[in-house]
């Protein structure tokens, strides 16, 4: 079983910036996923898509609550999945989840269901 390993969780004030990064063992994300995804839960919600990132093209998703202010990318050797975060509000709290499938789709799934690879999780407050 793949591991995936968020890092870069913290508390901040709103307004600030954070990167989140996600590598799964050493190995190359690419080489095993057809896509990565970021997804958010906050106490009491259910997990939601943040955005996410096929591989073939790259192809790159945001949701609304996040687009304009985030960008989800990969280094060259695609071992490593980023997702920086800028003007961050209170209503981001969440912890914050990386993602994989591997099932090859037409667009990049945004349901928890599609993916067979997910990290722990790493805590992301904001305060106002």
């Known amino acids: 079983q793949e591991q995936l390993v968020e890092s870069g969780g913290g508390s901040v004030q709103a307004g600030d910036s954070l990167r989140l990064s996600c590598a799964a063992s050493?190995?190359?994300?690419?080489?095993?996923?057809?896509?990565m995804g970021w997804f958010r839960q906050a106490p009491g919600k259910e997990r939601e898509f943040v955005a996410g990132?096929?591989?073939?093209?790259?192809?790159?998703y945001y949701a609304d609550a996040v687009k304009g202010r985030s960008t989800i990318s990969t280094n060259d050797p695609h071992s490593t999945l980023y997702l920086e975060m800028n003007a961050l509000k209170p209503e981001d709290t969440a912890v914050y989840y990386c993602?994989?499938?591997?099932?090859?789709?037409?667009?990049?799934?945004?349901?928890?269901?599609?993916?067979?690879?997910w990290g722990q999780g790493t805590q992301v407050t904001v305060s106002s």
């Open positions: 990132l096929r591989w073939l093209g790259p192809t790159l």
């Open positions: 050493g190995r190359t994300l690419s080489g095993y996923t057809a896509g």
């Open positions: 993602a994989a499938y591997s099932a090859w789709s037409e667009e990049l799934p945004t349901f928890v269901g599609a993916y067979n690879y």
